[in-house]
């Protein structure tokens, strides 16, 4: 593997599914592999689990870490190119990124949406000038448009917790009180697309996710229907593709016990933060069907062994 940015970059994701497994039985078996090789975390957005999960990933693997907080503790980075640096921004993407690849042996970049140009947004500018300019492996901390190490993380989770050959999988739109990206939505929609699962979308109307990434996937407007005999709900929130930006008002979308009644005992998944009883109920979060704490947990071992992988190929 030569970068982490989506699906795409991965050969086999049922194979690395099970090496992430595997690695878990294990995690410390690898720590001379990372001996002297450094991985920068840069963020420019917020961050609990990503942040803590890839550092604990890269000290299981014998790596340094470095983190920046792009936007409070570097100089101000102008993205655009040609133009006159005479206003705020002191340094160009072209420098930082290719003098934080002098010292990192793989950069890992957060950077979410504006929410307000879906073209600018869909063209990934933050991440691809890091792949063009740092010179050393990009791996995605979630970019504008996919999260790929959350979805990593939940293929594992939910085969670990997958009671039939074959579960059913819906992901359902939830309601926020703010504008929310696509990102792992979008991602989800296409990782799970390469497991042995039934998958489908369920959500209101004019929350229609690009097709680039749900391909086929049946989509239901209908909550209910959507969750009969499921044996997994992916509950997310994301602002409207088509509207761009625009949030859903449909409040009684929260997920709660009395929708998983029509459900094959599901187990309910987030990627969290999760905001309580407004996208799922106190009576789910708390109770045996949440599965949210150990699919965090995994989040180490998607990491690590999208590290090990690199690592492997430096
Ligand atoms: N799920 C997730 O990526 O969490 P953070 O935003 O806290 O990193």
Known sequence: MKQFTSVKDVANPKELVQK??????????????????????????????????????????????????????????????????DGGKAEHIREAAAVMGQYCDILGVRSFPGLEDREADYQEVILNAFIKHSGVPVVSLESATLHPLQSLADLITIAEYQQTARPKVVLTWAPHVKALPQAVSNSFSEWIQHADVDFSIVQPKGFELSEAFTGSAPVLYDQKEAFEGADFIYVKNWSSYKNYGAVGEARDWVVNQEKLAVTNQAKVMHCLPVRRNVVIADDVLDSESSIVIPQAGNRVYSAQIVLKEILGNL
């Open 20 to 85: 992430a497994l595997e690695l878990k039985k294990n995690p410390y078996a690898h720590k001379q592999l990372g001996l002297n090789r450094t991985l920068g975390l840069l963020f420019f957005n917020s961050s609990l689990r990503t942040r803590m999960s890839s550092q604990k990933a890269a000290a299981n693997l014998g790596m340094n870490v470095m983190v920046m907080n792009v936007t409070q503790d570097s100089w101000q980075i102008e993205m655009e190119d040609g133009v006159l640096m």
